[in-house]
Structure formats: structure tokens, C-alpha cells
């Protein structure tokens, strides 16, 4: 992305704002070292060990998309930012957008673990996902979640997201373990 595009959400909560934004390259090598954590491969469902020069390779892992209707398209990360002039503490990602269709995936992770289950992920979720309504046109978003991320399925689940498919052992994992996988789609109003 060549002009940084920033979106303020409020934290009522935290009593702060955050923000949504591009990333620098400096910004994904904190994502990649915030990643080296073996509890995550659990959650996401991939290698999350990458070296701190391999952010392409780290966008990449959190752009590959799981639903028949997604295309390879350029995938659009943001960092979650508490300060948008500090490092981000997680990303969110729009991917296998089909501007045919207006559908698109989403992708969440808060990877510093100081500032998981304190509403963070759920704000961002909501406010990429009007972001993808409302600028981009998207009329349907899904997501992948692997079967055994019950916290993030509720998660979405609590965004307004239905179940539509159960994909068993469908996922590979970094082990060679196949998982099931769960996909959920919330579509405009």
C-alpha cells in the first residue's frame, strides 16, 4: 500500500482510542517476533516461527484463504495500533477479495499477549468490517477458523457470523496433521 490508510475505532472499555493501519516493514518484523510464541500454531493453524527479514513470507501466512469463492488477490493487512506512531499489538486481514462477487475473507490475531481477551480483536474485527462494507463494496465476508479455536468461534459468532460449513480435516498443520476447520459468513444488511 503506497499512502497509509488509518481507521480510528473507540475502546469504551479502555477509556482510549486504537487504530487500524497499514504496516511498515519495521512494524511486521514486530508482528513476527511477537509471533514466536508455539501456542499460536494451535490457534492459527500455521507456522508462526518465521525470521525477522521474512515479511513477505509472514503476509503471505496470514493471507491464504480457505473459501471456494476467494480469488488471489492482493491482501490488505493492517496493524493494530494502540498509538499509530508505535509498533502494532496484532494485525486484522481482508483477503481473497472477489471484486465479482464483493467477497472477501478476514483474519484476526492479537499477537502481544498483554492486550488479548480485552476487546481489542473484536473491536477490529468490527471496524474492518465496516470498512469493507462501506469503502470497498463488499457484501459478504467469511472466515476460517480451525474447529478447536471454540474462543474465536464464538467470537465471530458474537459479530453476527453463522456457521455454514464444517470442513473436516481439511486444514494441513505445520506437524502434517490434517484439522477440520470452520467457516462462518456474515453478509451485508
Not at 479502555?14 to 516493514?25: D, E, R, V
Not at 499509530?84 to 462477487?101: A, R
Not at 464483493?102 to 474492518?128: F, H, M, P, S, V
Not at 460449513?165 to 496433521?177: F, H, L, T, V
Amino acid at each position: 500500500m503506497d499512502e497509509r490508510i488509518l481507521l480510528e475505532q473507540e475502546h469504551t472499555a479502555a477509556g482510549a482510542k486504537f487504530f487500524l493501519a497499514s504496516m511498515t516493514n519495521s512494524d511486521i518484523k514486530h508482528l513476527i517476533k511477537l509471533a514466536q510464541d508455539e501456542s499460536l500454531i494451535d490457534l492459527l493453524g500455521w507456522n508462526t516461527f518465521f525470521n525477522p527479514d521474512e515479511t513477505e513470507e509472514f503476509i503471505e501466512a496470514i493471507s491464504s484463504y480457505a473459501f471456494p469463492y476467494s480469488r488471489k488477490s492482493q491482501p490488505l493487512p493492517f496493524g493494530i495500533y494502540l498509538d499509530p506512531e508505535d509498533f502494532p499489538i496484532g494485525y486484522v486481514v481482508l483477503k481473497g477479495l472477489n471484486m465479482d462477487l464483493l467477497t472477501a475473507e478476514i483474519g484476526i490475531a492479537i499477537l502481544d499477549k498483554k492486550y488479548r481477551n480485552k476487546g481489542y480483536g473484536t473491536l477490529a474485527l468490527k471496524r474492518l468490517i465496516i470498512y469493507a462494507f462501506q469503502e470497498l463494496n463488499i457484501q459478504t465476508i467469511g472466515a476460517a477458523i480451525l474447529l478447536s479455536n471454540k474462543r474465536s468461534i464464538n467470537l465471530f459468532k458474537n459479530l453476527g457470523f453463522v456457521v455454514t460449513e464444517i470442513m473436516y480435516k481439511s486444514w494441513p498443520m505445520p506437524n502434517g496433521d490434517l484439522a477440520d476447520m470452520v467457516l462462518v459468513k456474515f453478509s451485508q444488511p
